[in-house]
T-cell receptor, first 115, second 110 residues
Framework: DSGVTQTPKHLITATGQRVTLRCSPR?????VYWYQQSLDQGLQFLIQ???????AKGNILERFSAQQFPDLHSELNLSSLELGDSALYFC??????????????FGPGTRLTVL | TQLLEQSPQFLSIQEGENLTVYCNSS?????LQWYRQEPGEGPVLLVT?????EVKKLKRLTFQFGDARKDSSLHITAAQPGDTGLYLC??????????FGTGTRLKVLA
């Protein structure tokens, strides 16, 4: 158990809909990262927040947005969903701002299926 | 676009055999990490290598960072069924972006 929790574990929805994925980092961790893992694209870095502020951005679509709240939990919002958005979405946390020796602890993931 | 190519993509070996997984890029990374992911779980960090040419050992696993910090390898000696999983390398780019490799799916047969 990494100490990172993600809800829900599974989510099934239809194209065009909007969903919110939630992540609670390990106790004391200030950084939260979001990743998308699909069979054809592998694990893709989406975005990082540190203590409530956006710190780094990866391949995040404009239809996706995220935020980190004062209690440090984070939410990833996915809108106008398409079939290709079906994937595993992971949240990770770390105790630092990030960087070359950062240790990220991954949650169990949310499996999103768009029908 | 920074890419990390891993080879082989799939590997099925017998218990006791040795294997090497490669992670290659045309880009320079400030560090490189290796993770193992098991079905239904998130990746778990195995090691971070920072200096070009650095070698780190974790029991039967040996990790090496290329001299130019563009590539890395993972060598497993005397593989065991417990080593089965998806192995991912991840390069840390200058602006704290994490570029993950394409993955190597390893199956060790008893």
């Amino acid at each position: 158990d990494s100490g990172v929790t993600q809800t829900p574990k599974h989510l099934i929805t239809a194209t065009g809909q909007r969903v919110t994925l939630r992540c609670s980092p390990r106790s004391g961790d200030l950084s939260v990262y979001w990743y998308q893992q699909s069979l054809d694209q592998g694990l893709q870095f989406l975005i990082q927040y540190y203590n409530g502020e956006e710190r780094a951005k990866g391949n995040i679509l404009e239809r996706f947005s995220a935020q980190q709240f004062p209690d440090l939990h984070s939410e990833l919002n996915l809108s106008s969903l398409e079939l290709g958005d079906s994937a595993l979405y992971f949240c990770a946390s770390s105790g630092t701002r990030g960087g070359r020796t950062d240790t990220q602890y991954f949650g169990p993931g949310t499996r999103l299926t768009v029908l | 676009t920074q890419l990390l190519e891993q080879s082989p993509q799939f590997l099925s070996i017998q218990e006791g055999e040795n294997l090497t997984v490669y992670c290659n890029s045309s880009s320079v990374f400030s560090s490189l990490q290796w993770y193992r992911q098991e079905p239904g779980e998130g990746p778990v960090l195995l090691v971070t290598v920072v200096t070009g040419g650095e070698v780190k050992k974790l029991k039967r696993l040996t990790f090496q960072f290329g001299d130019a910090r563009k590539d890395s390898s993972l060598h497993i000696t005397a593989a065991q069924p417990g080593d089965t999983g998806l192995y991912l390398c991840a390069g840390v780019a200058g602006t704290y972006k994490y570029i993950f490799g394409t993955g190597t799916r390893l199956k060790v047969l008893a």
